[in-house]
């Protein structure tokens, strides 16, 4: 079994920052892709990140590309997601994800963190 944790979301305004973190114990994810998605209240969550088990290529949603940064650590098994400028529109619950294998997929993997919301005030 993985287990994910998010943590680092909050309340911030229109143009802030915040960085993420998901933290995986149990089995090891450092072969695997992850990813961050996001799900706002009445909406499906989408795909926002993804980044290949080394830590290349990572991809992004075209909604936040050139604000958000995605990375990994192996060795802390910890993944985050640096986002910057922030929007209103980014306001939403952040989930992480195992991808099911080394390179991130069209479709996320089984294993979920339990979110952490981001909220951005205008």
């Known amino acids: 079994q993985v287990q994910l944790s998010e943590s680092g979301g909050g309340l911030v305004q229109a143009g802030e920052s915040l960085r993420l973190s998901c933290a995986a114990s149990g089995r090891t994810v450092s072969a695997y892709a992850m990813g961050w998605f996001r799900q706002a209240p009445g909406k499906e969550r989408t795909f926002v990140a993804g980044i290949n088990w080394n830590g290349a290529n990572p991809r992004y949603a075209d909604s936040v590309k050139g604000r958000f940064t995605i990375s990994r650590d192996n060795a802390k098994s910890t993944m985050y997601l640096q986002m910057n400028s922030l929007k209103p529109e980014d306001t939403a619950v952040y989930y992480c994800?195992?991808?099911?294998?080394?390179?991130?997929?069209?479709?996320?993997?089984?294993?979920w963190g339990q979110g952490t919301q981001v909220t951005v005030s205008s």
């Open positions: 994800n195992r991808f099911p294998s080394a390179r991130v997929t069209p479709t996320p993997g089984n294993y």
